[in-house]
Nanobody
C-alpha cells in the first residue's frame, strides 16, 4: 500500500496549487480520502475529505470556498485544488485513506488507515 502526495511548492499569496495523491496497492474506491495539513508548531488538522464515490465532500472552515477536493478512482488518484492561497496555508499537506462504512466523511485522524508522506506548501506574503 502506497500513497504519494505531490504538487507542493512555493507560491505567492493569492496564487494556486494543485496537490495530487497517487495511490497503489489497494482499490481506491473502497476508501474515503482525506487531506490533512500540519503547519509549523501546530497540530495536524483535517481540511478536506471526499466520499468513496465522490458524491460528498467536506471542507474545514479555514479552506471552504478556496479548496476543492476531487478523486479519480479509475486512476487511483486524488487531488486538492487550492486557490487564493494565504500565508497561513503554509504547511505540510498529507493525503490519507480510510476504509469502512461511514455516515459522515469528516473523519478524525485515527479513522484513517494509510497515509502519504506529505508535500510542503509554502505561501509567501
Amino acid at each position: 500500500v502506497q500513497l504519494q502526495a505531490s504538487g507542493g511548492g512555493l507560491v505567492q499569496a493569492g496564487g494556486s496549487l494543485t496537490l495530487s495523491c497517487a495511490t497503489s496497492g489497494f482499490t481506491l474506491d473502497r476508501y474515503v480520502i482525506g487531506w490533512f495539513r500540519q503547519a509549523p508548531g501546530k497540530e495536524r488538522e483535517g481540511i478536506s475529505s471526499i466520499s468513496k464515490s465522490g458524491d460528498r465532500s467536506y471542507y474545514a472552515d479555514a479552506v471552504k470556498g478556496r479548496f476543492t477536493i476531487a478523486r479519480d478512482n479509475a486512476k487511483n488518484a486524488a487531488f486538492l485544488r487550492m486557490n487564493s492561497l494565504k500565508p497561513e496555508d503554509t504547511a505540510i499537506y498529507y493525503c490519507a485513506v480510510a476504509a469502512g462504512d461511514y455516515s459522515r466523511i469528516n473523519l478524525p485522524e485515527y479513522e484513517y488507515d494509510f497515509w502519504g508522506q506529505g508535500t510542503l506548501v509554502t505561501v509567501s506574503s
